[in-house]
């Protein structure tokens, strides 16, 4: 073979793995983004909580960092969020990263779309499930774990009585954190069920409980959204109870650095949303399955007035 012959062959053997290369690393051809992948993304989220858009930031910088489409549609139902599933599946989307908090209504869609070939991954809220609605991939917290963890850091802290505000009656996972905080704490335990976003309500509920049981000493929420509203019901039924929440939002940071909220439990909610788009983009562009057939766990951990300044600038920017 001719010295070139045999330049113009390495040069295009090369050129064929930079293109490769290219392709997997993120690096996008003008042929690469006329197959631009589309991805949709089905939460559970109710209107008014700063939690999912935390969680939906970190998808968008995902999908943005990846250069994917990203379709994001939530509804706190289960009889929606599994209407939703069906839709997007009819869009012939390239993956969808869902959350199941309801897996009889949401399990058959799920299996659908699994059939209509497309890859699904779960996050936050699903983790006992994920593998039976066949999911490739879950992210998230194991909810049971992080009550138990939270029964436990309430045996520490002295407290006999506790409250937990449950915003959305029926959601596995809020059930979950619900039954670990049963399971390891040694005091009295009661919940409040709510029916959604309406602080009002939420408000007049909390205090009419609180009024009626002066034992409570600690009203635990179940979402970061109603923790200044329990510290406000507590001032109004001048009660001494103290108050902590799951979840980390900017506003629960502020609270914890003036001392009216005890502490909050942080599951990443950014890292979630960031992680399951990912995750169906290594898959759909390399074949990466992530976690060995376990869950990737990033919660939970305890945010308190001795580490809230680590967290703070980041809560600030809207990550955390």
Known sequence: ????????????????ILLSVAIVGGTRTASAKQNELKFAMVTHAQTGDAYWSIVRKGAEAAAKNDHVRLIYQNNPNAAGEAQLITNVAQQHVDGIAVTIPFPDAEIPALRQAENEGI??????????????????MYVGEDEKIAGEAVGKRLNSLGAKDVLVVDQLQGAKNLDDRYDGIKKTFKGKVKVLYLS?????????????????????DYVITLGAPF??????????????????????????????????????????????????????????????????????????SFVTSKNVAAVAKFAKRGTR
Not at 122 to 136: E, F, I, P, R, S
Request: hydrophobic fraction near 40%; aromatic fraction near 6%; charged fraction near 15%.
């Open 1 to 16: 073979m001719s010295e070139k012959k045999c330049n113009i062959r390495s040069t295009t053997v090369l050129t064929t």
């Open 196 to 216: 959604g976003f309406d602080m009002a309500v939420a408000q007049s509920r909390i205090v009419a409980k609180l009024q009626q049981d002066h034992n409570i």
């Open 119 to 136: 890859p699904i991954v779960g996050l936050n809220a699903g983790l006992g499930v994920w593998k039976k609605a066949g999911l490739l």
């Open 227 to 300: 923790a200044p509203t329990a510290i406000q019901s507590v001032k109004m039924a001048n009660s001494k109870a103290k108050v902590a929440t799951f979840d980390l939002s900017p506003q629960a940071v502020h609270l914890i650095q003036e001392g009216k909220l005890q502490f909050a439990v942080d599951q990443q909610p950014y890292l979630q949303g960031y992680e399951a788009v990912d995750f169906l983009w290594l898959y759909k562009t390399n074949g990466d399955v992530v976690g060995g057939g376990k869950p990737v766990l990033t919660g939970p």
